[in-house]
């Protein structure tokens, strides 16, 4: 079921994103839904590679993109365990 939805936008984004619309031959609402699909996809995907032990914690902090969880995860249960 589609439901409208009003945005406020800079005036110059809301014309560049008309004109991409317009160049690749989609709605201005379809470039728009199509992009929101592919965040919340990747922030799922993203979530689902949590340890289910850490859930819980999932968006209390932001962490830099390029952060490694699993490695960040290791490295400090290894320092905290190595004597």
Same mark, same amino acid.
């Given at each position: 079921?589609?439901?409208?939805?009003? #945005?406020? =936008?800079?005036?110059? =984004?809301?014309?560049?994103?008309?004109? /991409?619309? @317009? *160049?690749?031959?989609? $709605?201005? $609402?379809? #470039?728009?839904?199509? +992009? /929101? !699909? !592919?965040? =919340?996809?990747?922030?799922? /995907?993203?979530?689902? *590679?949590?340890?289910?032990?850490?859930?819980? /914690?999932?968006?209390?902090? @932001? #962490?830099?993109?390029? &952060?490694?969880?699993?490695?960040?995860?290791?490295? =400090? &249960? @290894? !320092?905290? +365990?190595?004597?």
């Amino acid at each position: 079921m589609k439901t409208k939805l009003t #945005l406020t =936008i800079d005036k110059s =984004i809301i014309e560049k994103a008309k004109g /991409l619309a @317009n *160049n690749s031959g989609k $709605s201005l $609402s379809d #470039l728009v839904e199509r +992009y /929101l !699909k !592919k965040e =919340i996809d990747e922030a799922e /995907l993203r979530q689902s *590679n949590i340890p289910e032990e850490f859930k819980g /914690l999932f968006g209390s902090v @932001n #962490l830099p993109s390029e &952060l490694n969880g699993k490695e960040e995860i290791r490295e =400090i &249960l @290894n !320092k905290k +365990y190595q004597r």
